[in-house]
Each structure stands twice: as structure tokens, then as C-alpha cells.
């Protein structure tokens, strides 16, 4: 069936260090990925997006990986900044698919 | 600001009244979607427009709720005979519908709260 979910549910950083954030999913069929960082009381914000036929894509400080062999997906932030802190959701869409599939979420916490 | 825009932010209701809530999209956007978001969980999908036809719907969607695009524009979703179990966070999200293009943009959400 569709689902996504994360190894950890909590993840605490000191300022400056890299952060690292995973989640599994388990449909081979998922043809994109996108991770999203949410803010309290806000909705979702795009960080970045990987299609299944790459398995590496980088954006501003923000890594997305993705390794189809075990069906794993990772989130590689550089010097995370306190800004950074938020909850964190790996989604996936199926080939031909529309609507998002989200795992529960991980909670970034910077330490100053 | 030319985001997703929702209203309202907030909604106290008590068990049984109906609620109705707004989203306008990004501007040319012609996909629409709606998801509901509990505490402590990610986003599920609740239903999709593109333009003014809704084209798929989730299980989670009862006969309680519906949801609309008259015009291909904004997007209403209503809620009758509320219950308390319908407490969450309503997200509208917005991408342009183009092949190959799946960014979704989210509003800021209605947060429903059931008493």
C-alpha cells in the first residue's frame, strides 16, 4: 500500500552542525519525492524535490538523497541555523499520480 | 503576496453547526487540492480540482463533506453537522498543473476546532 514514514520522530542540533533527516516509504510505484518544512501555525513550505530516476539532487544548504535499492529517502541540511527549526515531512507521489502521500514527521530542534 | 491564501484561519464551532472555508490559490494555478492535517501528523489528502472539475476524492471525504470550484478560481470546502472528530487543520495547496510539474504550494491553513 502507499505510505511514508521516518526513523526518528526528533532530532536535536547544535548551530552551525549538519543535519540529517530520514524517512522510508514503501511504494516502489512513487515516481517523486518532495521534502516539506512546516512551521508552527503555518502550512507546508517546498524545500526540495527528487524524481525517481535521480538519486542525488542539492539546493541551498538543503541535500535530498535517494536510494531506490531500500526505498530511503534523506535530507542533508548545512550549518543549521536556528531558522531551521520546524517539522519536517518527506512526501511522495505515485507515477501518474496527483496528491501527495505524507509520512508523520520529524521535529528539527536548533540549539543555540 | 501571491500565495496561497485561506480563510478563515480560525474556527470555533460547537458539534452539529456548519462550517465553510475559502481558498484562493496562486494566481494561474489550475490544480487545486484539499488535505487535512492532525496533530502530530503529516497532511492527508481529502480531494483535487482541476479548473472546476473535481477529480478524484479520498475515503476520508464523508457524505458531510464537499467541497467546490464554481469557476476554476477559488475553492470552497464545507463541512456540515460537524463533529468533534473533525477538529484538524484544513490545508489548500495550489501547482500549476503542467506535466511534469508537481510542486504543491500551501496556504497557511484553517484550523477547525470542534467543541
Known amino acids: 500500500g502507499e505510505s511514508v514514514g521516518l526513523h526518528l520522530p526528533t532530532l536535536s542540533v547544535q548551530e552551525g552542525d549538519n543535519s540529517i533527516i530520514n524517512c522510508a516509504y514503501s511504494?516502489?510505484?512513487?515516481?517523486?519525492f518532495i521534502w516539506y518544512k512546516q512551521e508552527s501555525g503555518k502550512g507546508p513550505q517546498f524545500i526540495i524535490d527528487?524524481?525517481?530516476?535521480?538519486d542525488k539532487r542539492q539546493g541551498q544548504r538543503v541535500t535530498v538523497l535517494l536510494n531506490k535499492t531500500v526505498k530511503h529517502l534523506s535530507l542533508q541540511i548545512a550549518a543549521t541555523q536556528p531558522g531551521d527549526s520546524a517539522v519536517y515531512f518527506c512526501?511522495?507521489?505515485?507515477?501518474?499520480?496527483?496528491?501527495?502521500?505524507f509520512g508523520a514527521g520529524t521535529i528539527l530542534r536548533v540549539k543555540s | 503576496d501571491t500565495g496561497v491564501s485561506q480563510n478563515p484561519r480560525h474556527k470555533i464551532t460547537k458539534r452539529g453547526q456548519n462550517v465553510t472555508f475559502r481558498c484562493d490559490p496562486i494566481?494561474?494555478?489550475?490544480?487545486l487540492y484539499w488535505y487535512r492535517q492532525t496533530l502530530g501528523q503529516g497532511p492527508e489528502f481529502l480531494t483535487y480540482f482541476q479548473n472546476e472539475a473535481q477529480l478524484e476524492k479520498s475515503r476520508l471525504l464523508s457524505d458531510r463533506f464537499s467541497a467546490e470550484r464554481p469557476k476554476g478560481s477559488f475553492s470552497t470546502l464545507e463541512i456540515q453537522r460537524t463533529e468533534q472528530g473533525d477538529s484538524a487543520m484544513y490545508l489548500c495547496a495550489s501547482s500549476p498543473g503542467l506535466a511534469g510539474a508537481y510542486e504543491q504550494y500551501f496556504g497557511p491553513g484553517t484550523r477547525l476546532t470542534v467543541t
Open positions: 527528487i524524481r525517481s530516476n535521480m
Open positions: 511504494n516502489s510505484a512513487s515516481d517523486y
Open positions: 494566481s494561474e494555478h489550475n490544480r
Open positions: 512526501a511522495e507521489i505515485l507515477v501518474y499520480g496527483n496528491k501527495l502521500v
